[in-house]
């Protein structure tokens, strides 16, 4: 488990082992700029302050050139944490869309599925 | 008539194997060659060797091949597009995988058109004689054919004018910002040589890139069947199931493993040179491009490979 912390605003998620940034915002609740969703479009390009990542699969030069790699850019919808990072989305493209679904942060939620103990009479 | 169909989309993948897989199994077309690092399909209603060629490395467009009725074709629209302007090449007989002699055209949108009369043809997967109405064992959503595509070019008016003078193209339907022909820009155009709506469609946009290729579908539910399989399969549609204003189709975009925009269209009216073009405005482009939701999503005209 690891946490993208978004820059300015301060908003933390948690991520799942192997999950991609996307899908851990969109798992609880957020909405962003998204594409292809398959590292195809550039479309869904954040900038990384802080940590590292793995690209689940390749992703094209031609998508992320090695200048804007260099710099921290990132596709969010293949970039699965390896460590705590903070990251900044442009022009404003995370907005909190489901407030409920934060309550499906990870550790939450199992909780919340946890079956309720019968109290003996 | 001198082109009568899109005949191949050949595009880069990140990953071929799971590109294959895409291909393959959800839309349900056959592979019947690979070499190099490059893999080929045909649809089942297809009988020309392929019209699919995936590449390993990279995303978007390498080319589309168009295929003209007659071997005499490709020496008048050679004529055709360098009178027009536009770069040509001539590729010998074996240099594409089981096609003939190629004019190779270098677009004024920066795409490149494969225009050939030979191909290795065969047969589809229902035979010549007394075919059944498809194969028993289709696979995901069975795509028959491939249908048609749709790139984005600065210019608009321009290449309207290419696929009109040099493959005879005419203009089904268009977007335009006057309804007088004296005073219109083009937004975007739809066109085709055929009874079929159109083969190819130009959308205001960068020069040399790929909006989507498109395979056929027979009926309305089989679109809504093909979004319930990439739900299954994980695939990300873009929109629908919904309805085109322009063209009448149904529709379900969606993308492949490496992020090209893929489309299965199904129905819409029959096209005839002489039918009159049919000119959307601008303040109704939403619900042009797409006939329920009646807006357009950022995505659609942005997201390109
Ligand atoms: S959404 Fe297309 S690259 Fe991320």
């Given at each position: 488990?690891?946490?993208?912390?978004?820059?300015?605003?301060?908003?933390?998620?948690?991520?799942?082992?192997?999950?991609?940034?996307?899908?851990?915002?969109?798992?609880?609740g957020y909405?962003?700029?998204?594409?292809?969703k398959?590292?195809?479009?550039?479309?869904?390009?954040?900038?990384?302050?802080?940590?590292d990542?793995?690209?689940?699969?390749p992703?094209?030069?031609?998508v992320?050139?090695?200048?804007?790699?260099?710099?921290?850019v990132?596709?969010?919808?293949?970039?699965?944490?390896?460590?705590?990072?903070?990251v900044?989305?442009?022009?404003?493209?995370?907005?909190?869309?489901?407030?409920l679904?934060r309550?499906?942060?990870?550790?939450?939620?199992?909780?919340a599925?946890?079956p309720?103990?019968?109290?003996?009479? | 008539?001198?082109?009568?169909?899109?005949?191949?989309?050949?595009?880069?993948?990140?990953?071929?194997?799971?590109?294959?897989q895409?291909?393959?199994?959800?839309?349900?077309?056959?592979?019947?060659?690979?070499?190099?690092?490059?893999?080929?399909?045909?649809g089942?209603?297809?009988?020309?060797?392929?019209?699919?060629?995936?590449?390993?490395?990279?995303?978007?467009l390498?080319?589309?091949?168009?295929k003209?009725?007659?071997?005499?074709?490709?020496?008048?629209?050679?004529?055709?597009?360098?009178?027009f302007?536009?770069?040509?090449?001539?590729?010998?007989?074996?240099?594409?995988?089981?096609?003939?002699?190629i004019?190779?055209?270098?677009?004024?949108?920066?795409?490149?058109f494969?225009v050939?009369?030979?191909?290795t043809?065969?047969?589809?997967?229902v035979?010549?004689?007394?075919?059944e109405?498809?194969p028993?064992?289709?696979?995901?959503?069975?795509?028959?054919?491939?249908?048609?595509?749709?790139?984005?070019?600065e210019?608009?008016?321009?290449?309207?004018?290419?696929?009109?003078?040099?493959?005879?193209?005419?203009?089904?339907e268009?977007?335009?910002?006057?309804?007088?022909?004296?005073?219109?820009?083009?937004?975007?155009?739809?066109?085709?040589?055929?009874?079929?709506?159109?083969?190819?469609?130009?959308?205001e946009?960068?020069?040399?890139?790929?909006h989507h290729?498109a395979?056929?579908?027979?009926?309305?539910?089989?679109?809504t069947?093909?979004?319930?399989?990439?739900?299954?399969?994980?695939v990300?549609?873009?929109?629908?199931?919904t309805?085109?204003?322009?063209?009448?189709?149904?529709?379900?975009?969606?993308?492949?493993?490496?992020?090209?925009?893929?489309?299965?269209?199904?129905?819409?009216?029959?096209?005839?040179?002489?039918?009159?073009?049919?000119t959307?405005?601008?303040?109704?482009?939403?619900?042009?491009?797409?006939?329920?939701?009646?807006?357009?999503?950022?995505r659609?005209?942005?997201?390109?490979?």
């Amino acid at each position: 488990m690891t946490t993208v912390t978004v820059h300015p605003t301060g908003e933390v998620v948690e991520v799942r082992d192997g999950e991609t940034i996307m899908g851990a915002f969109y798992r609880t609740g957020y909405a962003m700029r998204i594409g292809c969703k398959r590292g195809g479009c550039g479309f869904c390009k954040i900038d990384v302050h802080e940590g590292d990542f793995v690209y689940e699969r390749p992703v094209s030069d031609e998508v992320v050139t090695p200048e804007e790699a260099a710099q921290g850019v990132c596709l969010p919808c293949r970039a699965v944490p390896s460590q705590d990072m903070v990251v900044e989305f442009r022009e404003n493209s995370l907005r909190l869309v489901n407030p409920l679904m934060r309550y499906m942060l990870s550790g939450k939620e199992s909780s919340a599925h946890q079956p309720r103990t019968r109290v003996p009479v | 008539m001198a082109i009568m169909r899109m005949g191949y989309a050949h595009v880069r993948v990140t990953d071929l194997a799971e590109a294959r897989q895409h291909y393959t199994q959800t839309l349900g077309l056959n592979e019947v060659a690979a070499a190099d690092n490059k893999v080929y399909f045909k649809g089942w209603d297809e009988w020309d060797h392929h019209s699919v060629v995936l590449e390993e490395g990279g995303v978007g467009l390498v080319k589309f091949g168009f295929k003209a009725q007659y071997a005499d074709d490709l020496a008048d629209i050679e004529n055709k597009a360098q009178a027009f302007g536009a770069t040509t090449e001539r590729i010998s007989k074996g240099e594409e995988l089981e096609v003939g002699e190629i004019l190779r055209i270098h677009t004024p949108s920066g795409h490149l058109f494969d225009v050939y009369h030979d191909i290795t043809s065969g047969q589809s997967d229902v035979g010549n004689v007394n075919p059944e109405a498809f194969p028993r064992d289709l696979r995901g959503i069975g795509a028959p054919a491939l249908d048609h595509a749709l790139i984005t070019a600065e210019d608009v008016g321009q290449m309207e004018r290419f696929l009109h003078d040099v493959f005879g193209y005419w203009t089904a339907e268009k977007v335009a910002t006057s309804l007088d022909p004296a005073d219109q820009h083009n937004i975007a155009i739809w066109m085709t040589a055929s009874n079929q709506i159109h083969q190819l469609a130009v959308l205001e946009g960068p020069q040399s890139k790929l909006h989507h290729f498109a395979f056929r579908l027979e009926e309305g539910w089989e679109i809504t069947r093909a979004a319930d399989l990439f739900a299954m399969d994980d695939v990300p549609i873009d929109i629908g199931p919904t309805r085109h204003g322009i063209t009448r189709g149904k529709t379900v975009y969606f993308f492949d493993p490496a992020g090209n925009r893929n489309e299965v269209f199904a129905g819409g009216y029959y096209s005839y040179p002489d039918r009159p073009m049919v000119t959307w405005t601008p303040d109704a482009l939403g619900k042009a491009i797409f006939y329920h939701a009646r807006e357009l999503n950022e995505r659609f005209t942005t997201v390109l490979t």
